[in-house]
């Protein structure tokens, strides 16, 4: 094979690259939860459209450059990942410069991984790691993303154990949300009186932060302080991520009122994202809700979204469905919403969630606490398994050298048929070897390459009968 002057001591590189000692160990990076949480704007209930849009929305800002005035972080739990994808694609984009210098990249990916015989084959991987190397690598090869596992080599690597969950994402933007707050209060010269009650809400329209539980005057200069940039965007979505529910724990009833009002809220960002109007305060007519000059709102709605979707600004939309659910708004109109929007407390300088023993605030961590001890006992488990799969794993072949195994035995086994010779006719003119064909059938059976069609273990030995239909041993 042409390695194009690719030295003999790669493989010793590429073993030093897959380090099983971590650079950077942190707390923060742990396995992720095995159910998957929708989180953000796409957990809307009612109707797939509305889905389609907010889903689509949410990703496509994931993760855009802030507002100036924005101080609050980005709550998306697409965030947390984006350490973890630098690290990724950094490492692979380099081993995939190195994998073209091969005159086939793909078999030396293979060889790398499964053929120890290779002057290239990297040691010290479980086969586990050695598949997620593999399948990394060839995406990479083919101009694919390389996918983010917890078992990654890199990450273990990198980061001393899995990604991060979600619950300490939570705690972790919780953590900056407050130390912004604070900064802003600062920054404001705002004071919370002793024992006041600070109450923050922020609608799911145009996301703007009211505060209550103090004197008017305090609660305009606070939200004068914090209604920045994305500060009431970010606030509200990360709040929605809080959701104890989302734990297995009793959802507060603000959470209930959320969420009757998602869809409705995703139509209004959707006719606000197309046309910059707000829909509540529009003149609304017989059916139709018309534009400041005139117009139908959704003739203006649908030009602009067709503008934006031939700049490819914008993905497709199932259009006839969002009119379907367009028309329920116009007739339902916008009354009675005084309970839209979620509510976070404020006390002795950190948020807390309202109506609930399972939050991120001061006293409602013991959850948390048990969660994050529980991933830490978790990955200390699985290096200490790590290790002992590493010593089982060498004594059982894999990949190359199990298939070798495989072929060796199966051409040992032919061999015993080697004497038995057939006449032009087809006629056996010499006896197999019947305990050399039961073997090979046994073989391939326990391989997977014959599967019997009865529970009952194919027997050549022995007069085979048929009585009634039914086979019969002698």
Known sequence: MNVNGVGSNVAKDYAAVYSNQPVAASNKSEEEKKTAK??????????????????????????????????????????????????????????????KKFDNPEKHIWDKYHNPKSPYYVKGLTNKERNICEEAETRVLYGLPAPVNSYDPVIQRNFGGGIMSEEEWNDEVRSSINDSINRLFEEYGIVIPEGAKLRLKVDPYEYKIAASGVDEALARRIEEALNKGDNGKYLYGHLRQCNPADNGFEQPRQYLYDRAYQEKAVMWHFVNDMTGLDMRKLENRDGVIYTPDGRNLWDAVTERYNEKLAKAEIGVLPMSSLYKEYQIYVKEGWDKEDERGLTVGYKDGSLYDLDTDFGYGSGQREWLDKAKEGRQQFWENYRKEREETLRTEKDIPVGYGKWLAELSRTEEIVSGLSNSTYSKTGTLLNQPDLKAMQQLLDYAVKNGRVIPLTKEILRLPGRVATQGGFDTQA
Do not use: W
Not at 41 to 68: F, L
Not at 81 to 99: F, G, S
């Open 38 to 99: 929708t989180v953000g704007a796409g957990t809307y209930q009612r109707t797939d459209s509305a889905e389609v849009y907010a889903e689509q929305a949410y990703q496509s800002n994931v993760p855009p450059d802030k507002d100036a005035g924005t101080t609050f972080p980005m709550p998306s739990s697409i965030c947390r990942l984006v350490e973890y994808t630098k690290a990724i694609n950094e490492h692979y984009e380099k081993v995939n410069e190195e994998n």
